[in-house]
């Protein structure tokens, strides 16, 4: 079965700052990887995907995550955080190859320090 | 906007009760699920179901029922609530297609059995 790991379970840093959340899965087949995002008192929403193409991808405030299949790694990374950026990030993986039923890491709780 | 609501933010129960949690979604996805969410845990999922009157195990079906006999509405169901099934319960919906595996979820209900 697929796993996830999630290395950090909090990471704080200052504001404007570079971060980076770290993800690994375990996987012998083809992938799909998302990273999710919690905003305090708020349901998960889909900040951004790799399904296929190229290994680098982008979120629309500023995030981005690197496919690395040797490693078998996601991370998330990020040159300048902002005080908004203060919220839980959940890696997941596509357990079953185009099931589209996910499994989750334990999240990663970033907090944004003026 | 895709809209997933549940029909509780809170909800108090005490042990032994029978339990339903309901979650209705806008946007004609064939796809609901239902996770539990704890600290340190991340999400685990409890059942989905890819079609009216589907429904499939997840990992942690256990204690739990579901019920989906309209397309936009997936009920869990606890048959005798009991103390370790307090935890935030989130529901989300999906479809396959240009925006497959994006899950939009719900903003959760945070269940107590006491």
């Known amino acids: 079965a697929q796993s996830v790991t999630q290395l950090d379970s909090q990471v704080p840093v200052f504001e404007e700052a570079p971060v980076e959340l770290r993800c690994n899965y375990s996987?012998?087949?083809?992938?799909?990887l998302f990273w999710y995002v919690q905003y305090p008192n708020q349901g998960l929403q889909l900040l951004l995907k790799y399904l296929s193409g190229s290994t680098l991808v982008e979120s629309i405030n500023g995030f981005e995550a690197e496919f690395n299949k040797s490693q078998t790694s996601f991370h998330l990374r990020k040159p300048s955080v902002h005080i908004s950026d203060t919220a839980e990030y959940f890696c997941a993986v596509d357990s079953q190859g185009g099931s589209e039923k996910l499994v989750f890491g334990k999240g990663t709780k970033l907090t944004v320090n003026p | 906007d895709v809209k997933v609501t549940q029909s509780s933010r809170y909800l108090v129960k005490r042990t032994g009760e029978k339990v339903f949690l309901e979650c209705v979604q806008d946007?004609?996805?064939?796809?609901m699920f239902w996770y539990r969410q704890d600290p340190g845990l991340g999400l685990r999922l409890i059942y989905f179901s890819y079609d009216v009157k589907m429904k499939e195990k997840g990992d942690i079906p256990e204690g739990y029922s579901v019920s989906r006999e309209k397309k936009e509405r997936f009920s869990l169901i606890l048959e005798s609530a009991s103390t370790n099934q307090t935890s935030m319960y989130l529901c989300?919906?999906?479809?396959?297609?240009?925006?497959?595996?994006?899950?939009?979820f719900g903003p959760g209900t945070r269940l107590t059995v006491t």
């Open positions: 946007m004609d996805h064939e796809n």
């Open positions: 989300a919906s999906s479809s396959p297609g240009i925006n497959a595996y994006e899950q939009y």
């Open positions: 996987s012998s087949v083809s992938v799909y």
